[in-house]
């Protein structure tokens, strides 16, 4: 132990200062400069040989592996002494977050959406949610977009999207149906079909929304080409049990959702007991996925809280073997979900046409607009 103080002592107290032969002191004199070195040095030396003492074993070993590293980093140099350049070295600038330092208004500049620096997500890993054997195979990153620039986002889709409220009769029963939330699509499929083929002409992706689809592909190591947008205005708004396992998505689809606003409920139930083998999804319907079966309190669930910033991965056996929902809820605020997918067919590209855009025959085909003053959706015109 003594040895160990000793080495610590001396490595600490540094070097004395070396004077080149014939070399006068300043004043002309003994007790220059050189003494001042060596005198300023002996009583480091002092300071630091009683501050060895007082170690316990484990703190002197942590010292003098530092004081070796320090060595090896920099030969030559004395242990705990820092050179006047790397002293008054200023320290490396932080990048600037280009959604912090700009103001937040109704109409978000869109060039900060195009940049999407790396600041703007988390690093974090995602939670894996797997359940029977990967019957439930979810992703879940939490706040992933950061608090700037997920305002800016909202903000941006909010002021500049045409949103829809698609209202239609239902052939077979006569039934009106008015979607409970706002909507807007966006995309295609990559068949290269003439335009003739879609009823409504689907809209090319936003560069805003298209960057923001490139992120999402390198977080989820999956392709997308079309984008669901859904405003929930407040908690009357909601999306009943679903699967999205339609033959328009081939097989096993990856499906990403982005929250942004208020935090909302989503429910996953499976479509039968876990005992239950479940068959692949038909694939001889463009139109309707397929439905549950059997008592829902029989079936496993799964249930989790949305807020915003949030993305949840929905792949593998999910969307064949699993339904989910946002529930209707007494009091929430509003919420926007887009979700990213992959479209194989010139049908699955009809069918977001008219489930979210509508059609010239439905009975409603007003656009709403974001209105800021209201603070809500008001019929209007324009968007993108």
Do not use: C
């Not at 103080?5 to 004043?27: A, F, I, N």
């Not at 988390?122 to 990967?134: F, V």
């Not at 829809?164 to 807007?184: D, N």
């Amino acid at each position: 132990m003594a040895d160990l103080k000793t080495w610590l002592g001396g490595r600490s107290e540094g070097r004395p200062t070396k004077r080149r032969k014939g070399q006068d002191d300043d004043d002309g004199g003994g007790g220059g400069s050189g003494d001042d070195d060596d005198l300023g040095r002996a009583i480091k030396a002092s300071k630091l040989e009683a501050r060895v003492a007082e170690m316990d074993e484990e703190t002197m070993l942590r010292e003098a592996i530092r004081l070796s590293e320090a060595a090896v980093a920099v030969p030559g140099r004395p242990m705990g002494e820092e050179s006047a350049s790397e002293v008054n070295k200023p320290s490396p600038k932080k990048k600037v977050d280009p959604f912090q330092t700009s103001q937040l208004s109704d109409h978000t500049d869109a060039s900060l959406l195009l940049e999407w620096p790396d600041s703007s997500f988390s690093s974090k890993p995602a939670e894996m949610i797997n359940k029977l054997e990967g019957s439930l195979d979810l992703l879940y990153f939490r706040r992933w977009i950061n608090a700037h620039a997920r305002q800016h986002l909202r903000s941006w889709l909010l002021s500049n999207l045409a949103w829809h409220r698609v209202s239609y009769t239902r052939p077979s029963t006569k039934q009106r149906i008015v979607t409970p939330r706002f909507t807007a699509t966006f995309g295609r499929d990559e068949t290269g079909a003439d335009m003739a083929r879609y009823p409504v002409k689907p809209k090319e992706i936003p560069q805003v929304l298209g960057t923001l689809m490139k992120k999402v592909e390198e977080q989820t190591s999956a392709r997308y080409n079309a984008l669901i947008i859904n405003y929930y205005a407040d908690g009357t708004d909601s999306i009943s049990y679903h699967s999205d396992d339609e033959s328009f998505l081939g097989p096993l689809p990856t499906i990403a959702s982005l929250s942004l606003g208020s935090s909302r409920d989503f429910y996953l139930r499976r479509k039968a007991p876990a005992d239950v083998e479940i068959p692949p999804a038909s694939t001889k319907s463009f139109s309707m996925g397929t439905k549950g079966h059997g008592p829902a309190a029989s079936r496993p669930t799964e249930k989790m809280t949305l807020s915003d910033g949030d993305l949840v991965v929905m792949r593998g056996r999910t969307q064949n073997e699993w339904e989910h929902s946002i529930p209707k809820r007494a009091n929430a605020g509003g919420r926007i979900n887009i979700t990213f997918r992959r479209v194989m067919t010139v049908a699955g590209t009809n069918n977001f046409q008219r489930y979210n855009r509508g059609l010239p025959s439905d009975d409603d085909t007003r656009v709403y607009r974001w209105d800021s003053r209201e603070g809500r959706m008001m019929p209007g015109s324009g968007g993108l």
